[in-house]
């Protein structure tokens, strides 16, 4: 065995899957996992962990694996993350854990989300759950919202005794992790209605169907439902738009739309009520995580998609993997290409939209480099649906009916990034309300970092 | 959790219930909404709220049978509940943020067209426990289809009915009501028109023509009502809203028609198939103009 590389991963075939919603990484079986975590040299100041948001002790984990200990690695990845069958599927390995490896100076890091998820499936199919708290605190906290920030918030919560309540503004638990993310890259009932099941073992009540802001205030929730403290991980729902001609043309869908009638609403499987468009040709507008689930979710319902991004492809801000997986399903991609309007016909449907090329200028404020637009470039390409997927921004239900939280000029809520304490007492906040859109794991990090912050303010009153 | 403490038939394929969901009850004001799901692979249905009693902790809907999800909606019994009953949703009424004396020297018109006769009934209800008599017309294409006549009847200063085909009150379409009481002289401050879009578009022709400042209720497409998938974009003004966040009230001689029309029939082919597929079951064999058949 050849140590430089990693044990590749089973994946359905690009043909096949491109035309179902079934997941689309097999992952590891248990001979797999432990070869490849016999490629871990168990760095003593391990780089790995640095690069993970929730800190995962990544070595010690690994170890128990190549031993074939999976139950004990398991335990060991649930002290630092409530959602890893999630995690080892969504999060941007490349970027973080793995992107740290001793192992990737020369060669391919270890696959450190593939072991992860190995684990957390290993754990469920064989019913072990992670370890609650010993001793309950008799004091209880408020979490808005139920997608990765506010799940990890309450399961690190609950672990340290305090009684939780998630409310939901949906009729599913999960957030991002039910509406956004779909079926092939992260199954709904194996895999996030386990880890939520996991969650609420350890005794987390999840209350859905309570809009928050809506039905009830949080100052409502502290003064008059007796919650201590309160964390808000209300995500960043708001889609952008261009602001082009023709974009309430009928046929132009924001992704959270598209992605929220699909994966939430099951349009998808035909069986549903909810009705999605059947589109012959789709043009998705952005180069995201996002995007790529859109794109490859409009592929698998039968049409032809183009991915159509500004930047070229160095700077497509989508994991790699999701980036090859698309192109192996045969998504197309219009790079250096921006719209400019989008045309209907007489009644108004889409038929298609007017691009302009860009290429490549100098770098700005994010140190990538600038598109311009080439003069005379203009085409069109025909189309009948268009797709908007230029990121989110939060809602502001919250903090417009929050007195004395303190929000910034993006309507993000300000808080600190050590412990999520916001400018009003006793009220924490963390992921995409905070940060504006950005990852699930990087919502975990700061649901988790706002768990201790809860658990200092709270131990301090007593 | 959400059930069904009354249900009846106010007229063919129009129906009232009243739902226990006490969260929504202790909050909602006139002018917003919820969203109901009858199981859990049902559509999520936005209905503006009709009436709501704080204190038996329940809301009352009305709704029309027009497509799969209302229709299984209309099969449900007392005692049975909902699968999921969300709100409030939306903005509240600008009405109720107006200060009461204000309120009380100003002329006020409703317009209710149809199965729209239930969002103006808190409105009118609400400004009645608050002193203030407002003018309504309530408009049905006849007769039988006519809704909440009674209970209007007991919040409103006037009440108007007109009939399309002349069988019951006045008759002809509401905008003729509106120009015969101006005409014999009324005088209007606001008019706020809910019902079906075309009625609320040419009621807004009208009152730009008479000057009177108008808000309509709109209810277009949406998934979550929470302002996250912008499937209820409509323009306003020349701005795009989000009428579930925004609205659902807004300056009625600013909104965009014909563009709010056409974005509602996005899914009505689709729509209609499932309504068919739902009726007929394994008997379905074309004609609904979509399945090729």
Redesign the interface.
């Known amino acids: 065995m050849d140590v430089l590389t990693k044990i590749p991963v089973r994946e359905q075939d690009a043909k096949e899957r491109a035309t179902n919603f079934d997941e689309v990484c097999l992952g590891y079986n248990k001979e797999e996992a432990m070869n490849e975590a016999a490629r871990c040299i168990n760095c003593k100041n391990a780089q790995c962990v640095k690069g993970c948001p929730v800190a995962i002790d990544i070595p010690a984990f690994i170890e128990q694996v190549k031993n074939g200990n999976i139950g004990e690695a398991y335990q060991i990845i649930s002290r630092s993350s409530a959602l890893p069958a999630v995690c080892g599927r969504v999060c941007p390995q490349e970027s973080q854990c793995e992107g740290k490896c001793i192992r990737g100076i020369k060669g391919d890091p270890v696959s450190i989300g593939k072991l992860e998820r190995f684990v957390a499936d290993w754990a469920r199919e064989n019913h072990i759950m992670p370890e609650g708290a010993v001793e309950k605190k008799g004091k209880s906290v408020a979490v808005i919202g139920s997608g990765p920030a506010g799940l990890t918030c309450a399961g690190d919560l609950a672990k340290m005794g305090y009684d939780v309540t998630i409310f939901e503004a949906l009729h599913e638990p999960g957030g991002v992790l039910v509406y956004g993310i779909p079926e092939f890259r992260l199954p709904k009932q194996d895999v996030v209605a386990k880890e939520i099941e996991n969650v609420k073992a350890l005794g987390v009540k999840i209350e859905t169907n309570v809009v928050v802001g809506k039905a009830v205030t949080i100052d409502e929730l502290i003064e008059e439902e007796g919650f201590e403290a309160v964390f808000i991980g209300s995500g960043a729902g708001l889609p952008k738009f261009m602001g082009i001609p023709g974009e309430n043309s009928n046929g132009v869908f924001s992704a959270n739309e598209y992605l929220t009638r699909s994966n939430l609403m099951k349009a998808f499987d035909g069986n549903s009520n909810t009705p999605i468009m059947q589109s012959r040709k789709v043009a998705v507008v952005g180069g995201g995580n996002v995007a790529m689930d859109a794109a490859r979710t409009a592929l698998r319902l039968g049409a032809e998609v183009h991915i159509v991004y500004r930047r070229s492809e160095e700077e497509l801000p989508a994991r790699v993997e999701e980036v090859h997986h698309a192109k192996e399903e045969g998504i197309i991609f219009d790079l250096l290409t921006n719209p400019v309007e989008i045309l209907a016909d007489d009644k108004g449907w889409v038929t298609g939209m007017k691009c302009i090329r860009m290429e490549l200028g100098e770098p700005d404020a994010s140190g990538r480099r600038r598109p311009v637009e080439i003069p005379g470039s203009e085409f069109v390409m025909e189309l009948d649906t268009v797709i908007m997927s230029l990121g989110t921004s939060p809602n502001p239900l919250i903090s417009s009916t929050t007195e004395g939280l303190e929000t910034n000029k993006w309507k993000c809520i300000v808080a600190a990034e050590e412990n999520g304490k916001t400018s009003k007492e006793g009220v924490y906040a963390g992921g995409d309300a905070v940060t504006g859109a950005a990852t699930v794991i990087l919502a975990m990090g700061a649901g988790k970092a706002a768990a201790k912050g809860i658990d200092e303010y709270l131990s301090a009153r007593m | 959790m959400y059930r069904i403490v009354k249900k009846s038939e106010l007229t063919t394929n129009i129906y009232l219930m009243e739902v226990e969901a006490p969260?929504?009850a202790?909050?909602c004001m006139p002018g917003q909404f919820v969203i109901v799901?009858m199981d859990e692979?049902?559509?999520?249905i936005p209905l503006t709220i009709c009436d709501y009693d704080r204190e038996k902790g329940t809301i009352t809907i009305v709704f029309q049978c027009v497509g799969?999800?209302t229709k299984l909606m209309a099969d449900l019994k007392e005692g049975d509940s909902f699968?999921?009953?969300?709100?409030?949703?939306g903005c509240p009424s600008e009405l109720v943020n107006e200060d009461g004396e204000s309120l009380k020297k100003k002329k006020i018109l409703f317009v209710a067209g149809g199965v729209g006769t239930a969002p103006v009934y808190p409105q009118v209800k609400w400004l009645h426990e608050n002193g203030v008599a407002a003018d309504v017309i309530v408009g049905s294409k006849t007769k039988d289809l006519l809704i909440l006549e009674k209970e209007m009847e007991a919040v409103a200063g006037n009440l108007y009915v007109t009939t399309d085909d002349g069988s019951y009150g006045r008759s002809g379409m509401v905008t003729q009501t509106i120009k015969d009481l101006v005409a014999e002289g009324k005088q209007y401050d606001v008019c706020i028109a809910i019902g079906p879009m075309i009625m609320m578009k040419f009621v807004c022709l009208l009152t730009k023509e008479l000057n009177i400042p108008t808000v309509v209720s709109l209810n277009p497409i949406m998934?979550?009502g929470?302002?996250?998938?912008?499937?209820c974009?409509v323009?306003v003004n020349g701005q795009?809203k989000?009428a579930c966040?925004d609205g659902p009230e807004f300056d009625g001689h600013g909104v965009n028609f014909d563009?709010a029309m056409?974005?509602q029939?996005?899914?009505k082919t689709?729509?209609g198939r499932?309504m068919l597929a739902l009726e007929e079951g394994d008997t379905h064999h074309g004609g609904c103009g979509n399945c090729g058949n």
């Open positions: 969260r929504v202790k909050r799901r692979e049902g559509e999520r799969a999800g699968h999921d009953f969300v709100g409030p949703l998934v979550d929470t302002g996250m998938c912008g499937a974009r323009t795009v989000f966040v563009e056409r974005r029939q996005i899914y689709a729509e499932a």
